[in-house]
């Protein structure tokens, strides 16, 4: 059973388009997060929901919102697609506290590729 | 300065040998060090994790913390072909921040 799954794997779509991600959890974590690695493998962390409320906000576009229905799940949609959003993009989880040594347990990833 | 400084190779060593990665950060209020290990089109996944300066071992794999000079070490004893990948050290206060990763190839 996977901890953190993402859907899709592999999205390749043109510029302008919107898309969605989906992360979905099952170890009963608190705290979900979406983080982008670019290129030259720099992980970057963009959101940080805790029990479905924002918790971190980094500065990122706003065509770039997150949504999560519960706190097994926390989707991110991504309007007017540029060339630059082209990256990996990772689903994370952790108990509460998770940065406090615990860990993350990350998903595999999203390569979101913008033609 | 970056918050957090990590050669991002590659390193290239022989198997059998013992690899030693490093980072070295500017904050002070870090108290929370982790490795991940990062294999090609995977996620990271956490290695190790240590609390404030010392050193802590978990088989082949010694995580080691200095405070007093901002620098972190993970080694890697009898290293194995498998152990080919990304090592990224992270470090946190209160959110993790991620060093950019060493690409780490162990030659058979």
């Known amino acids: 059973d996977t901890a953190v799954s993402q859907t899709p794997k592999y999205l390749v779509t043109q510029m302008g388009n919107d898309k969605s991600i989906k992360c979905e959890q099952n170890?009963?974590?608190?705290?979900m997060y979406w983080y982008k690695q670019d290129s030259k493998k720099f992980l970057k962390i963009m959101f940080s929901?805790?029990?479905?409320?924002?918790?971190i906000n980094e500065t990122v576009p706003n065509r770039f919102s997150p949504k999560s229905p519960d706190k097994a799940h926390l989707n991110l949609h991504i309007n007017s697609l540029e060339l630059g959003d082209s990256a990996v993009y990772f689903c994370?989880?952790?108990?509460?506290?998770?940065?406090?040594?615990?860990?993350?347990?990350f998903g595999s990833g999203t390569r979101l590729t913008v033609v | 300065q970056k918050e957090v400084e990590q050669d991002p190779g590659p390193l290239s060593v022989p198997e059998g040998a013992i690899v030693s990665l490093n980072c070295t950060y500017s904050?002070?209020?870090?108290?929370?060090f982790m490795w991940y290990r990062q294999y090609s089109r995977k996620g990271p996944e956490l290695l190790m994790y240590?609390?404030?300066?010392g050193n802590k071992e978990d088989g082949r794999f010694t995580a080691q913390v200095d405070k007093s000079s901002k620098y972190i070490s993970l080694f890697i004893r009898d290293s194995q072909p498998s152990d080919s990948a990304t090592y990224l050290c992270?470090?946190?206060?209160?959110?993790?921040?991620f060093g950019k990763g060493t690409r780490l190839h162990i030659l058979p």
């Open positions: 170890l009963g974590h608190d705290t």
């Open positions: 929901y805790n029990n479905k409320e924002l918790i």
């Open positions: 992270a470090m946190s206060a209160d959110k993790i921040i």
């Open positions: 904050n002070s209020a870090f108290q929370y």
């Open positions: 994370a989880s952790s108990p509460l506290g998770g940065q406090r040594g615990g860990g993350y347990t």
């Open positions: 240590t609390y404030s300066s």
